[in-house]
């Protein structure tokens, strides 16, 4: 079964950092790019980051440039969000996405886990 | 930034045909991609690439492009099909991408 599983998600302050974590499986983990999108509550869908397959192309939104670093690490099947100077805006259920077609870096994402939540708040 | 616009409602009737649109200045150059949420749930892909359909998705699910703005179509629409909606695309260049506000659909 193809599944995307995320973790590490929580309440941390103002100002500090977390990273997220999504694991992978059931699928040929590094044919393919990865995305993490995230969704305030009672809020629409927010596109954070995205990572190529093989690391060569990373892509952030505006909003989390310079404070957001996406990573994944394909022997361990694993991709990774790495958060610092949260601040309660960064407050959402991130998702992890898996692109729909081998290799490329287009944005349609077939595959989603059902999330992690962070909580900033002090 | 760029912006992907939808109407924040549409409302239709059972067996009736469902129009959902997004507009956006670098359409005519990126695909667009629709997703399905409902409540507590993770999106599902339903179009992508403008029209094509992922397997498993049912038929009554279509998607178009003219110029500038992208069209999700669900024919016959059923109670089941009760859910938010949002389209996807990247800016001009390719750098980042965006959603659109997303667009609730109620099932009369």
């Known amino acids: 079964e193809v599944q995307l599983v995320e973790s590490g998600g929580g309440l941390v302050q103002p100002g500090r950092s977390l990273r997220l974590s999504c694991a992978a499986s059931g699928f040929t983990f590094d044919d393919y790019a990865m995305h993490w999108v995230r969704q305030a509550p009672g809020k629409g869908l927010e596109w954070v980051s995205g990572i190529s397959w093989n690391s060569g192309s990373i892509a952030y939104a505006d909003s989390v440039k310079g404070r957001f670093t996406i990573s994944r690490d394909n022997a361990k099947n694993c991709l990774y969000l790495e958060m610092n100077s949260l601040g309660a805006e960064d407050t959402a259920l991130y998702y992890c996405?898996?692109?729909?077609?081998?290799?490329?870096?287009?944005?349609?994402?077939?595959?989603w886990g059902q999330g992690t939540t962070l909580t900033v708040s002090s | 930034s760029y912006e992907l616009t939808q109407p924040p409602s549409v409302s239709v009737s059972p067996g009736q045909t469902a129009r959902i649109t997004c507009s956006g200045d670098?359409?005519?150059?990126?695909?667009a991609h629709w997703y399905q949420q409902k409540p507590g749930q993770a999106p599902v892909l339903m179009i992508y690439?403008?029209?094509e359909r992922p397997s498993g998705i049912p038929e009554r699910f279509s998607g178009s492009s003219s110029g500038t703005i992208v069209t999700l179509t669900i024919s016959g629409v059923q109670a089941e099909d009760e859910a938010d909606y949002y389209c996807?695309?990247?800016?001009?260049?390719?750098?980042?991408?965006?959603f659109g506000g997303g667009t609730k659909l109620t099932v009369l």
């Open positions: 670098a359409l005519p150059k990126q695909y």
């Open positions: 996807q695309s990247a800016d001009s260049s390719g750098s980042y991408w965006v």
């Open positions: 690439k403008d029209s």
């Open positions: 996405a898996k692109e729909v077609t081998v290799t490329v870096f287009d944005g349609a994402f077939d595959i």
